[in-house]
């Protein structure tokens, strides 16, 4: 009797913490949305796109939010789908086949473009959304050019996805300015 009572008591709880449902969270995907090309050149040069590298307090799958003071925190109700680095990669990869003049190859060799990037700010600052991108192109291993580039875009509300449509377009601003620094 008593076991019965413990299988029965013990049943209960276990059923009760297993039925208790988890947090639950929108998930948003950074991506490339610029124009798409019409007419494209013949001899587009081809460029590897290397692995994005980024901070580690940009990549996660938390949405960052630093206030006017300096307080940070993350939203929480919203995640990215994946790891920040993952999205600008494949954003890039999309930018670049997008442009008229660039063709994106995945085996690196010596005499085709190169471009490195880091992901070094994916946040919003007060009212702003900022994302800021380290980049170098290189050629034959000799640096063509390189340089940082901060995007910003006003978020006009605090809702997640005001929140994410601000940082998509921040980014997407930013694959801009580094796809024409290739071109």
Known sequence: MKRLILCVFAILLFGGCLAKQGARYDYYELKFSGDRC????????????????????????????????????????????????????????????????????????????????????????????????GYEILNSLNKVKSGIVTKSVFVPDPSSESIFAGLNKSLNLAIDDILKAVQ
């Open 38 to 133: 019409k007419n494209r050149v013949q001899n587009r040069k081809n460029i590897f796109i290397d692995r994005v590298m980024a901070t580690n307090l940009v990549d996660r799958r938390d949405i960052l939010i630093v206030d006017y003071k300096n307080k940070a925190w993350f939203v929480e109700d919203s995640k990215f789908i994946t790891m920040p680095s993952e999205m600008v990669y494949k954003a890039l990869i999309d930018g670049a086949f997008s442009t008229c003049e660039l063709r994106p190859v995945f085996i690196s060799n010596e005499n085709e473009l190169k471009l490195k990037t880091s992901l070094i700010a994916l946040q919003v600052n007060g009212d702003q959304a900022v994302v800021t991108i």
